[in-house]
């Protein structure tokens, strides 16, 4: 007695587990774009022969909630100092506004930020501040290591 050589397989599971990994596939990469930031670093992209004192606006995020706005130049001179409070509600939002705006309008050729984070600062007041940079014309927003 022969065996058939005849041999089906059943194509239909596999295809519907393709169509499951490939939709996977699909909505993790919309939302891995999503999350992504579009900032440079601040430092150490400039070669040494451009301006020597190129000042800088540093926003510290202080332990106790506190912002230490402060503008310095390369060699670490400080120029501008002063303290705000930080937080989401509408109110600190436009003060925090009318404190860069001041900066900038005080210091025209500043157009590079760096925010100095605590270890304990919320990630919303860090995106908050970027976003008041960026509205201030402030082009160049770095991130400090902690």
């Known amino acids: 007695m022969k065996?058939?050589?005849?041999?089906?397989i059943n194509l239909l599971p596999v295809i519907s587990l393709l169509a499951v990994c490939i939709s996977f596939l699909l909505l993790t990469t919309v939302w891995i774009h999503l999350a992504s930031l579009d900032i440079t670093q601040a430092h150490g992209t400039e070669s040494s022969s451009e301006?020597?004192?190129k000042k800088n606006l540093w926003i510290t995020f202080e332990s106790s909630g506190q912002l230490l706005f402060e503008v310095k130049d390369q060699s670490g001179k400080s120029f501008f100092k002063e303290t705000s409070r930080s937080g989401q509600d509408k109110k600190t939002r436009d003060q925090l506004r009318a404190q860069i705006?001041?900066?900038t309008e005080e210091f025209a050729q500043l157009n590079s930020t760096i925010l100095r984070p605590h270890a304990q600062t919320p990630y919303e007041n860090?995106?908050?501040?970027m976003d008041l940079a960026r509205e201030s014309q402030l082009k160049e927003i770095g991130i400090a290591p902690l």
């Open 51 to 53: 301006e020597e004192n």
């Open 3 to 8: 065996k058939s050589l005849d041999f089906e």
């Open 101 to 103: 705006a001041k900066v």
């Open 126 to 129: 860090i995106i908050l501040l």
